[in-house]
């Protein structure tokens, strides 16, 4: 049974740094492109980040490029993001999600797996 698990989320003011993990399990990790999306209360969930299977393809929303980073360890089966200059309008459940086929790059429409989620609230 696969499962992504993240963490790291929190509060934060305006400005500050957090960094996003998700723990992979259940099939091998390496072979699969990851991506991160987050939904805000009262809107759809939105692709934030993706990145290849072997980390040399990553791409992002405009709103984010520049602030955040998208890597991976896949000795540790993890994926994670890094957000930097956050801003409030960054407050939202931020969601991990792996892919349906293996040795693609990452297609945001093309998800298999999610995580719970882990809150990030952005105070201005």
């Known amino acids: 049974q696969v499962q992504l698990v993240e963490s790291g989320g929190g509060l934060v003011q305006a400005g500050g740094s957090l960094r996003l993990s998700c723990a992979a399990s259940?099939?091998?990790?390496?072979?699969?492109?990851m991506g991160w999306f987050r939904q805000a209360p009262g809107k759809e969930r939105e692709f934030v980040a993706g990145?290849?299977?072997?980390?040399?393809?990553?791409n992002y929303v405009d709103s984010v490029k520049g602030r955040f980073t998208i890597s991976r360890d896949n000795a540790k089966n993890t994926v994670y993001l890094q957000m930097n200059n956050l801003k409030p309008e960054d407050t939202a459940v931020y969601y991990c999600?792996?892919?349906?086929?293996?040795?693609?790059?990452?297609?945001?429409?093309?998800?298999?797996?999610w995580g719970q989620g882990t809150q990030v609230t952005v105070s201005s």
């Open positions: 999600a792996s892919q349906k086929v293996p040795y693609t790059d990452y297609d945001p429409s093309q998800n298999k797996y």
């Open positions: 259940g099939r091998i990790f390496s072979i699969y492109s």
């Open positions: 990145i290849s299977w072997s980390g040399g393809n990553r």
